[in-house]
């Protein structure tokens, strides 16, 4: 990937300006896809200058990170491509000739997937329908991010960011610290501005994790606003693949692209307000004090805005979570065989998955793969013991947001995203505080993280949810904190 990317920097030098008039974005970190368009409309930015300044932080700033496995070789075309169509007035769209990075688990014919895993090494036959849509809305893809192997579904004792492909993600807030949950690569990456923006997957806290614990924004939508097709998977579910960026417009202008069918997400986003709004807060206390400090400190944000704050306590998790696990093992047997079935060259059964990485001399030199030989001998999706779990678990889930935010009259529940940041170390896994992402996760409800606050050098996130089809609502309600907030600040890459 290196060679290839100093490859395409080397042409770019050489080549001529596409516009004498074009300068440099000064500060990715802070821009914005509204303002990045209002500069290609007005000539004084190309989409090629703009993909250009990311293939260089890439080839940078990436070496400490670790977060991007592949380049694209057509990004530069693409990008050409979208300053033709702008230069001619066919421009598709806030998307277009803006640079994203998809996690290493969505199908890409030009790039492979492989999520994580050496044994998927021969590439697809097709894009992802998510990619398709990408492409439609003229965005230029940039590249593929690291993730944790298999969405870190293959062993108890897995680290967050390793995979057999990629390596060891780090969190570019503090390099040995873990960049969490299996969109690692995704969060990391958009933190360390390689990429306006990332599309991260989520079955339980993979997005919302990830983008909370490296200070940027994520959205997990509900459940079936963006396809599946061509998405490596745990559970149909709980997967869905969702928007990670540095800002609550970016998030929604991607996510309106990757749902297609006209919707603007980010439309009135500018006038959303808390006043008013009646939020009520699940703190979860007790397991994180930073976390705790910074719930505080988020509520007297809300109050300060004019938000009512009420409160509550989330029924049912224990119910939940009994069940939830046994679910997704059945699930993931079912759902990954059937998806292996589209891969050429690759292994079609979780006994042959298996067998490959029990042969490899990579694969297994971190840790093992239990959750492999469990779910190896799941009972099927016809059994009646795992449809009484799924039932058990989508439904108390569902009543679980659904009874507080009616019994309160609220209008999204918060709640802590993570505690700070672990130090990454492997065999015996993630170092977990805290997580609020099961109740939304579960029931397929939206749920949007946004930067609250630091403990000391780390990243805290809170997490806005609400019911079924709310993504516009707790988009809105994110905007609005995020801009009372303004608690997100560029990582210092510190060693330690």
């Not at 940027?216 to 960026?245: C, E, F, H, N, Y």
């Not at 004019?306 to 093992?329: H, K, M, R, S």
């Not at 439904?395 to 009259?409: F, Q």
């Amino acid at each position: 990937m290196r060679s290839l990317l100093a490859a395409l920097l080397c042409v770019l030098v050489a080549a001529p300006p596409a516009n004498a008039h074009t300068r440099p974005v000064e500060n990715l970190d802070a821009a914005t896809i509204p303002q990045l368009v209002r500069r290609m409309d007005a000539g004084t930015l190309t989409a090629v200058d703009l993909t250009r300044a990311y293939l260089r932080r890439i080839e940078t700033v990436d070496r400490k990170v670790r977060s991007v496995v592949a380049v694209n070789p057509e990004a530069l075309g693409q990008a050409a491509e979208s300053d033709r169509r702008r230069r001619q007035g066919r421009a598709k769209g806030p998307m277009d000739g803006i640079p994203v990075l998809l996690k290493d688990n969505i199908d890409t014919r030009t790039m492979g997937t492989t999520a994580g895993s050496r044994a998927l090494r021969v590439p697809p036959r097709d894009d992802a329908e998510l990619v398709r849509r990408l492409r439609a809305a003229g965005a230029v893809v940039l590249g593929k991010t690291n993730l944790s192997e298999w969405a870190n579904f293959r062993s108890t004792s897995s680290t967050s960011g390793w995979s057999a492909v990629g390596g060891q993600t780090n969190n570019p807030h503090v390099l040995d610290r873990n960049p969490c949950g299996s969109s690692s690569g995704s969060g990391a990456a958009v933190a360390a501005s390689l990429a306006q923006v990332a599309v991260g997957t989520e079955t339980d806290g993979s997005i919302v994790c990830p983008a909370g614990q490296n200070g940027v924004v994520g959205l997990k939508p509900t459940l079936g606003r963006v396809s599946g097709d061509g998405v490596v998977p745990i559970s149909s579910r709980q997967d869905t693949a969702g928007p990670m960026a540095r800002h609550v417009v970016d998030a929604a202008i991607l996510m309106s692209a990757l749902e297609g069918e006209g919707v603007d997400y980010a439309a009135d986003l500018g006038s959303a307000t808390l006043r008013g709004k009646r939020v009520g807060v699940w703190r979860l206390a007790g397991r994180s004090a930073e976390a705790d400090r910074v719930v505080r400190e988020a509520v007297d944000v809300l109050r300060r805005s004019g938000a009512v704050v009420v409160e509550v306590e989330l029924p049912y998790q224990a119910e939940v979570e009994a069940v939830e696990f046994p679910a997704l093992i059945t699930e993931f047997k079912h759902d990954l065989e059937r998806y292996l079935k589209t891969r050429p060259g690759a292994p079609k059964t979780l006994a042959e998955l298996i067998a490959f990485n029990e042969a490899d001399p990579v694969e297994l030199s971190k840790f093992g793969q239990e959750l492999f030989v469990a779910a190896a001998k799941a009972p099927p999706v016809t059994d009646p013991g795992y449809v009484e779990q799924r039932r058990t678990a989508t439904s108390l889930a569902r009543r679980s947001i659904d009874e507080v935010l009616a019994g309160h009259r609220l209008d999204v529940i918060m709640a802590p995203t993570n505690g700070p940041a672990w130090r990454t170390e492997y065999g015996s896994g993630d170092a977990y505080e805290l997580g609020s992402s099961t109740p939304a996760a579960v029931s397929g409800y939206p749920n949007a993280t946004v930067p609250a606050g630091f403990a000391g050098s780390l990243p805290i996130g809170v997490s806005f949810m609400a019911g079924h089809g709310a993504d516009a609502g707790v988009l809105r309600i994110a905007a609005a904190f995020e801009r009372a907030a303004d608690a997100r600040r560029a990582p210092g890459y510190l060693p330690s």
